[in-house]
């Protein structure tokens, strides 16, 4: 992963940008058939490589709003008893797939900022069958986790397209690994500057 712009720049208003990032996502969990200024869906998963019978098994809502960057679950080596979590979880397609991997003897929690996400999240584990799997609404640069919890943690097209401050979310990514633990993250990078007049417009974060 490269992050290129470490944090918001100061005149970028965090909260505003977090009210505004709900709502963006709020509508693409409440309407996933809309077109939206990303790509969504059915189609961008199979565009990432998420497997036919991957999106078979998943119910449908997780599947409709998915919006991730990549498929991050491809370059962790999770096994059975496992404990994973999926920080920016959206509606919940990468959590139902670790669950599913780490069996009823692991763990898998997933944490969203977006409450319409974390709903669409929990009833497709209800559907799944996944009684191991959780689901909490939260900041990802404040993760309600103990430290050393997981074996494994992932990322979806959050911590450089949506974090405020990324270098908070590393760190607390860091605190909740177990010693020799795995983070994979799949993410939107811009590989020019970009000026701090132009990331401090939330517009071009949530358009």
Known sequence: ????ARSAPPALDAALLRRELRKTYARMALF????YHLNTGRGLAELLGYAGEELAWAPAPSVDAFSGAGRPLG???LAPGDAVLDV???SGLDLLLAARAVGPGGRAAGIDLTPEMVQVARSSTRKAGLKHATVETGLAE??????????AVLANNLINN????KLAVLAEVRRVLKPGGALAVADVVVERPIPDDGRAEIGLWTC
């Open 162 to 165: 949506c974090a405020v401050d």
């Open 75 to 77: 370059v962790l080596r």
């Open 88 to 90: 920016g979880c959206g």
């Open 1 to 4: 992963m490269i992050v290129l």
């Open 32 to 35: 996933p058939k809309r077109r």
């Open 142 to 151: 404040r993760l309600p986790y103990p430290d050393g919890a997981f074996d």
